[in-house]
Structure formats: structure tokens, C-alpha cells
Nanobody, 116 residues
């Protein structure tokens, strides 16, 4: 069973930055396209950013384009999400998982709260 552990969230003010990290059991982060998802209370989980296996191709939700950057360090088996110019509407729990076809097993997520 895949185990995913997200970290790096926190309470920040609008305009601040955060960097989220994701580690996984084994070496699975190295062999799958990966993504960050988020879910705010009362909403469905949405894909925020995705990256291919070698990191040369990325895609972003329109709401975060130009502010968020997804990256991966395959040598360290870590997935990152750099979030700049944070807005209150970015408040959500953030999760990592396989891109587009997420595994059934989700991590506990990391909470990002942006105050205005």
C-alpha cells in the first residue's frame, strides 16, 4: 500500500509563500507522474499542479498558474510545491498523489490557511 506524507503547511498572510513537501514509501515518486491536489471544506478535491516523471513537463490549475511551482527531486524521492503570492482562496488541505489517476490511499494532507 502506498504511503504518502505531506508537510510544510501553515498559517500565513495573503502574499506570503510556503513550500510543501511530499515523501512516499519506497521509490514510487520516481516512477510515476505526480500531482498536488487540494480540498477546501465543503468542496471536491481538485488537482492543483501536475508534473511528469522526469520533471520536464508541468501543468497547473488556472487559479494557481504563475504563482505555484511544482517540482520533484527524484534522487531524494521528494515532490515539492512552491506557493507564492498566496491568497485566502488558497486555504485548503493539500495532498500529493499520482497525477490524474490517484491511488486509493491518500496521506493525511497538510493544511494551508491564508488570512487576509
Amino acid at each position: 500500500q502506498v504511503q504518502l506524507v505531506e508537510s510544510g503547511g501553515g498559517l500565513v498572510q495573503a502574499g506570503d509563500s510556503l513550500r510543501l513537501s511530499c515523501v512516499a514509501s519506497g521509490s514510487i515518486l520516481r516512477v510515476f507522474p505526480m500531482a498536488w491536489y487540494r480540498q477546501a471544506p465543503g468542496t471536491q478535491r481538485e488537482l492543483v499542479a501536475a508534473i511528469n516523471i522526469v520533471g520536464g513537463s508541468t501543468k497547473y490549475a488556472d487559479s494557481v498558474k504563475g504563482r505555484f511551482t511544482i517540482s520533484r527531486d527524484n534522487a531524494k524521492n521528494i515532490l515539492y510545491l512552491q506557493m507564492n503570492s498566496l491568497k485566502p482562496e488558497d486555504t485548503a488541505a493539500y495532498y500529493c498523489n499520482r497525477a490524474y489517476e490517484p491511488w486509493d490511499s491518500w496521506g493525511q494532507g497538510t493544511q494551508v490557511t491564508v488570512s487576509s
